[in-house]
């Protein structure tokens, strides 16, 4: 764990090709060779057996184990299969191109036992997996005879070969791993999750802070990350435009958009080979500060205006937030719509009757965006959340659907449109 000194600011530093989701990828290697056998590690590879054109293969060792098992985001359904409250899912092994992963959270995600090699001390599971990423952990050991999602006295854990970033052992449990495109197999290609292999990659900072004149008990120390962009320069004439990203309910935290949404990822790719100009991200961790947009206004944004070269008025500013991070984002607009040009709304903002409405003439210098998967109850929220926006005379905002539940799944496909279609636009 790091350590803390309240009062003044830490920041650990990670490059970007220390990400999570580094699993070995290899060409082309047979699973019945012995040199498959023999590795030790999670890994990724084409196979023309393959329903996608690639399998993972998962690796966990602990020869001492009785038990090991597997939990992925891979239960998959389909448009055909769904409805905005109901869906049947089918397993991997059932995958047809078009299909999704549909849960909510990571208890809906499915476990499977994991098979040991007495030779090497490794437990084994093999999938095959559409392009994109894709968020697992291990769950070892645990009471004797128990059902495949019960973890009572279990030690669950991220992959200790392919770890997340995380500031503090255990703030992260699940690893990530990256499937490329197969065009022949596969007609979703989300290779821009992929992480690159060159050096047009950033970097991350994680921060400490004190939240002076806050007065909450907290739920955790306070503290964000910072993306900043392949060849950043502290010195540079023009000051960065900045975004602030918030997460959601849940196990969540400042790493959860680097973790499972990959930011870093698609913002190399964005800035690498989609013409996107450079800029910052400064990734909230709302659970040090139960959600208060205040603090990201009168704490955060002076620690990161003071800290960095971005800039510090509305035009140079953007915040997103998925879920409840999107009701934040929604509550900033209401109070301070102006601290911001750029609002990208995500899967949430919803309004009860009793709750504040838009002022009218407010949001006339604010550019807003609203998303939401078609397979989750945000979608309702989204247009009521339009709705509201209406009344008050706004009608020049943007509405972007996809395919997809109220998960990463979905978020990830969010951020890259929310970036080509709105932001600095």
């Excluded at 309004?351 to 078609?374: H, M, P, Q, V």
Aim: with cysteine.
């Amino acid at each position: 764990m790091l350590a803390i000194k309240r009062g003044f600011i830490l920041a650990v530093l990670f490059a970007a090709l220390a990400a999570p989701g580094q699993a070995r990828y290899l060409e082309r290697m047979a699973i019945d060779s012995r040199e498959f056998a023999l590795l030790e590690t999670t890994t990724v590879f084409q196979s023309d057996e393959s329903p996608t054109g690639y399998y993972a293969t998962f690796r966990y060792k602990a020869p001492e184990a009785k038990r090991v098992r597997i939990r992925g985001e891979w239960s998959f359904s389909g448009a055909r299969l769904s409805s905005l409250h109901t869906s049947e899912n089918v397993m991997p092994g059932d995958y047809a191109d078009g299909m999704f992963p549909l849960q909510v959270d990571q208890n809906d995600w499915p476990a499977f036992d994991m098979e040991l090699c007495e030779q090497t001390g490794v437990w084994i599971y093999t999938i095959a997996l559409p392009c994109g990423v894709w968020s697992y952990r291990f769950i070892v050991d645990g009471k004797e005879g128990a059902e495949l999602t019960d973890y009572e006295n279990a030690f669950v854990t991220s992959d200790p070969n392919n770890p997340p970033v995380e500031r503090s052992l255990g703030q992260q449990t699940n690893s990530q791993v990256f499937v490329p495109f197969d065009a022949d197999k596969q007609t979703a290609d989300f290779s821009i999750q992929l992480p690159r292999t060159d050096e047009k990659t950033g970097t991350l900072e994680i921060l400490y802070y004190d939240p002076e004149g806050l007065n909450y008990e907290l739920l955790d120390e306070p503290s964000v990350a910072v993306y900043l962009p392949c060849g950043y320069d502290p010195s540079r004439e023009e000051a960065y435009k900045v975004l602030y990203a918030s997460h959601g309910g849940g196990v969540e935290s400042e790493t959860s958009w680097w973790n499972k949404g990959v930011i870093g990822n698609l913002t190399d790719n964005l800035l690498a080979d989609y013409g996107v100009e450079p800029f910052v991200i400064v990734l909230l961790n709302n659970y040090a500060d139960s959600f208060d947009h205040a603090n990201m206004l009168k704490n955060v944004i002076p620690l990161i205006e003071g800290r960095y070269n971005v800039r510090s008025d509305a035009e140079g500013k953007a915040l997103c937030g998925i879920s409840k991070g999107a009701i934040l984002a929604k509550n900033v607009l209401i109070d301070s719509p102006d601290s911001f040009r750029y609002y990208g709304l995500f899967s949430g903002a919803y309004f009860s009757e009793s709750e504040e409405r838009f002022e009218t003439g407010s949001l006339d210098n604010c550019e807003i965006y609203l998303a939401a998967g078609e397979r989750e109850t945000g979608l309702t929220a989204m247009y009521r959340t339009a709705e509201k926006l209406a009344n008050a005379g706004k009608t020049d905002f943007r509405v972007f659907t996809v395919m997809g539940g109220h998960n990463w799944y979905t978020w990830r496909q969010v951020y890259v449109d929310f970036v080509l279609t709105e932001l600095w636009k």
